[in-house]
Every structure is written in structure tokens, then in C-alpha cells.
């Protein structure tokens, strides 16, 4: 049942903790990974794979064997039967072995940067063929995205590959094989491998939502006018930790934009404001205006709280209190344009996805869509209004996971610390802002659903006022 009306309210939100232990995915769930990859294959009448990777694009290639690309491209050659080969520039060689994934490093010197030695590698196909790929073959190519209808005509045998490897793959299927786009095979929202996490992979992403959530949170508390963005953004505390995305922050006229970086531009009292911090796992983002109450708010916009926040926070409730374990994606669509479709709202994009190493793998939320949501996801509400007026927006994103009762027994039993946060996000969620999750439903940020419009107001925040 849709929640009955929202406002204002004087929230005290508690300290929920930072993990003092890193959750790590063993050797042996990426053996099993690789494992379950190639029963697809086999079932999709693939003779083996190719994973592409690089600096923007490791997921992919992270999920199946740990290792993730930092200045250079890399490819992992899976063929039944054969150990995994990872093809690393001169720079990944040593990084490859530190990783310890289960794959037999290959120096590949054209994956390196320009300039860098190219002395000591045999040639790609000759890799490729070595490593157990030959003429006649159906190749599964995985870059980071598949084809689909919408796609102006590309489709299954589009390779989103650099055309060096892309054309190599082919020559060497010849015209008795064929390489096609298996991203799917990975992604796709509805049965996708990457679709459904272990507990291990679970509790990482918590624990990078934590972090992230954490230096949005520390901006909410320590913000004030005069500051430049450089030094507002310099209070998330960004602590090394892969990032997903680069940070975002952004006052006065290029907050409206969203994804801009902080500059030394000052920050003004009355300003609108957005900012966005992702680790790998994990996203959260903010946004309002940088006053204490709507009598300082921009000429024009005093309802702001009653024309935009109000429904967009009454859209986000009815978003958290739907989704659960067996919902259909299109039935989030729904709940949130039976608020907020309105072209004031200027809502397009679609209102939540998947996240995982990277901050969008796919998306079960679309209108219509029948996908039903599984025990193992992880998800992001991601409901973000463009006005495109003086109302600016608002927005809170942040991550959660859908858990059976086993998978939870087992979060809880491995992961104490994170299971405490976790709990304690339930019941702030529930028992301050009155909203009603379903027990599946793991709150994963330390701001969890918490919205300030005012970022003066410290204490400030939108929760349901049930009657």
C-alpha cells in the first residue's frame, strides 16, 4: 500500500560503524565462477571465451579470476579443459601474480602503454591459438555491454572489442566459426551469472557501501558556506579504495548537471548542491541546497519541499516497501512513475539497477518488465529527477541486497560486524523514518534513506508521517 504522506522531521541518525574487516572473495569462488561460465558456454554451443578488460571495464574480467586492470588492457582466454590463460602488459605482470587468480599469466607487450618494450611476446594469434581457440571455433567475445533491439541494428556477432582483438578473434575462427557478443552470459539482469552474488561478494559490497555512504555523510555534517568544492569534497575522506566512478560535487550552476568534479570554485549560501562518491560495489549520492530553511531557498521555489521532495521522497518509500524477492522489476517502475511520472519530474532514467564492481551492471527496472528480482542481488535506487528549473532536484542514492533466509543466516554468521550495521540500518529505517522493509531487504549505506533537502539543517530529513 502506498505510503499515505511524507514531511520534514527533527532525525537524530546514529553511528553505524566502520568495518575493521575487508570481506575477500577466495580463489575458489573464482574457480567456481569460471566453472559456471563455461557450463553456459557449452549449454550456448560455445567452444570457449574471451573476457576483455581495461582500466574503465575490469568488472567483467574481476568477477571471473580477481584481476583487475590498472593502466593497461588484459584478456582472459577460457577453453574447456585448459587452465585460463590472462594476457597483462608489461605493467600487469607483476600486478597479475599479486592478484593470484586461477589463470597462467601470458606477457602480452601490445597490451602495454606506447613506447613501453614490445621485445618479449609472441603475437596474438598465436596466443590465442595456444591457449586452445582454433579455426572452425564459436568464440563467446565478452567486452561490457551486449546488443539488444534498441541498438540500431547491432546485435549477438557486435563486439564492443578493440578492433585489433575483434578482427584477430575472427580471423581465427575463420568462416567455419564465429565469435559473438556473450556479455549476457554475465549480465543480463534476468539470469545473468554476476546477477545473483555469494555471501563473500555480498558483504564487499557492503563494505565498500559503507565507506562511500560514510564520506557523503561526513559532507552533510561538515559543509558550510565559504568553502571551495575541493574542500567540501576533501571531507568524504577517499581512502584508496578502487572507485567505480570518479567522486562528483558541484554547487551553484553546475550542480544541475550532476556529474561534474569539484573545483575551487566557493560555495554560496543558497546554492544548490549535488555531490556522488563510488567504490567498487557501491554508489551513494545527495543532493539539495545548501540553506538552513525554505525561506532561503531561490526566489519562486518556496514549496520546494512540498512540489519536488515530498513526492520524490514519498516515490522513494514506496520503492523501498515494493521491492523484495520475487517482485518484478516493472512493478518498481510503477511505484515510482505512479508518483513521480509527471514530465515536471523529468525522471528518464531507469528508477533503480544492478551494481556490482561496477556502479551499473544492468537493470531488471524498466516498465513492463517481468524480471523477477532473486535472493543475491544487489541493487541501487537510483530515482533521479531533472527538473530542468529553478527546483533543481533531489536525490538519494544508495545500495541494498536482497537475502534469503539462509543467505542471511549466513551473512550473519560470517560477517558479525557488517550483520550488526545492517541491522541497525533496518531499524532506523523502520522505527525513525517509517519505512516498512520487507526482512530480505539489507540496507547497505550509512545514510541509509536519509534526505535532507536543507544541508543546514543538519538533523533535518524527510520520513513518513503515517496516520
Known sequence: M??????LKTVSLPEFG???????????????RIEALLARGAKAGLDGFVVYGDREHAANVAYLCGYDPRFEETLLVIVPGRQAKLLVGNEGWGYAELCDGPYERILYQTFSLP????????????????????????IGAIGWKPFGAGDAGFGRTTLDLPSFIADTLRALAGDRGAVENAADLLINPANGLRAINEADQLAAFEFAATFSSQGLRNVLQGIEPGMTELQAARLMGINGLPQCCHPMLSAGRRAPYGLPSPRLDIIQRGDPITMAYGIQGSLNARAGFLVESAAELPEGISDYIGKLVAPYFSAAVDWYETIGIGVAGG????????RIGDPFFGVSLNPGHLIHIDEWMHSP????????????????VDIIPATGSAYFTTNMEDGIALADEPLREEIAARYPEAWRRIEARQAFMGDVL???LKPEVLPFSNIPAFLPPFWLSRNTAMAVARH
Do not use: C, N, Y
Open 115 to 138: 613506447a613501453q618494450p614490445r621485445d618479449r611476446s609472441d603475437t596474438l594469434p598465436d596466443i590465442l591459438a595456444a591457449s586452445g581457440l582454433k579455426p572452425g571455433h564459436r
Open 2 to 7: 502506498p505510503v499515505a504522506s511524507v514531511a
Open 18 to 32: 566502520e568495518p575493521t574487516l575487508m570481506p575477500l572473495i577466495p580463489r575458489a569462488t573464482h574457480e567456481a
Open 331 to 338: 512493478a518498481l517502475w510503477k511505484a515510482v512513475h505512479q
Open 434 to 436: 517509517g519505512i516498512r
Open 365 to 380: 527496472v524498466f516498465s513492463g518488465s517481468a524480471i523477477e528480482l532473486k535472493s543475491g542481488m544487489a541493487l541501487q
